[in-house]
């Protein structure tokens, strides 16, 4: 009998591990490694603010996790997606003889997508919130500082902006562009979007006579 009891239990216990590996999973697994993994970069931005703090970085980006993990992306019906791939191709045109302009217009348009897909905080151009940021860094921990840095480029005084900084900003805020455009859940492999996003992602952005 007490052999029976003992096989009982450790199948128990077994049922019990199983169940919180498929509960935790890779997305929602917790503690240093779980936190660097999921936000990768991200991770180390935040622990940067913190001054090394490792425990207060993790605390905070555990609390986002907290708040905006459950988060579940509105879909963009396919007529959508066109309008705003068409609408960056323009962008990238226009920033060829205006690109202070095209930055600003872009940091606009990424906003309002982001909106359309439900993550908070105001498309406004001056209205962009912390929390903004902060729910896109837990789905898109990958793609999220492109968008920050050029939203700080498109909201500076554009007298100290170089071109090339300009250039930058908007190249790399459109990985971030291109993963609310199509959908796909974060990677870390590099992979670039494809299809109508990847069209126009060798569009040159060399202003008008910049000899290259």
């Known amino acids: 009998m007490s052999t029976v009891l003992i096989v009982i239990a450790l199948a128990v216990v077994f049922v019990i591990v ?26 180390d931005r935040v622990l940067a603010r913190h ?8 605390r905070e980006l555990t609390e986002r996790v907290g708040r905006h993990g459950e988060l579940r992306p509105e879909p963009l019906p396919a007529e959508q997606r066109e309008q705003y791939v068409a609408m960056w191709a323009g962008l990238q045109e226009r920033f060829v003889d205006t690109p202070r302009e095209a930055v600003v217009e ?33 789905h898109h921990p990958y793609q999220v500082d492109g968008y920050r840095r050029m939203h700080r480029v498109a909201s500076a005084d554009g007298g100290g902006t170089s071109t090339e900084e300009l ?25 670039r979007g494809s299809g109508a996003v990847g069209r126009n992602r060798n569009f040159s952005l060399r202003p008008k006579g910049s000899g290259v």
């Open 106 to 138: 872009a940091d606009r348009l990424l906003a309002r997508l982001a909106a359309e897909r439900g993550y908070p905080g105001g498309p406004e151009h001056e209205g962009r919130s912390d929390e903004h940021f902060e729910a896109l860094s837990v």
């Open 18 to 43: 199983v169940a919180a590996v498929l509960y935790i999973g890779p997305g929602r697994a917790s503690g240093r490694s779980g936190l660097k993994r999921r936000f990768g970069p991200e991770y």
């Open 51 to 58: 001054d090394g703090d490792s425990k207060a970085a993790e």
């Open 167 to 191: 250039r930058e900003a908007l190249v790399g805020a459109r990985e971030l562009f291109d993963r609310l455009i199509l959908g796909h859940p974060d990677r870390r492999d590099g992979q």
